[in-house]
């Protein structure tokens, strides 16, 4: 079955630095775009930064210039590292994936808390 395992998620100080994984597998398909999103309660899921298979990526304003999205192909793994973050930035992180073949998934979500 399909499984996509996140880690990286903690308590940082504004200004400092978190690194997010996500490891797909369950599907012998190649993968189309991985990704990151971010929710807080009330609020509705917003797309932090995605990347395809040829490598371009895309990155909401709020996080641009701040946060790289990178993926290892071979491992199936897709990072956000996450550096000069802000309050604004607290929220849960899901990893999501969208097979080529199969559709897509999410991650189960790890929190992320930036104080000031």
Not at 16 to 40: E, H, K
Not at 75 to 82: A, E, H, I, S
Request: hydrophobic letters at 35%; a positive charge.
């Amino acid at each position: 079955q399909v499984q996509l395992v996140e880690s990286g998620g903690g308590l940082v100080q504004a200004g400092g630095s978190l690194r997010l994984s996500c490891a797909a597998s369950g599907n012998r398909f190649s993968i189309y775009t991985m990704g990151w999103y971010r929710q807080v309660p009330g609020k509705q899921r917003e797309l932090v930064a995605i990347i395809t298979s040829g490598g371009s990526r895309n990155y909401a304003d709020s996080v641009k210039g701040r946060f790289t999205i990178s993926r290892d192909n071979a491992k199936n793994t897709v990072f956000l590292q996450m550096n000069s973050l802000k309050p604004e930035d607290t929220a849960v992180y899901y990893c999501n994936v969208q097979w080529v073949v199969g559709g897509g998934y999410w991650g189960q979500g790890t929190q992320v808390t930036v104080s000031s």
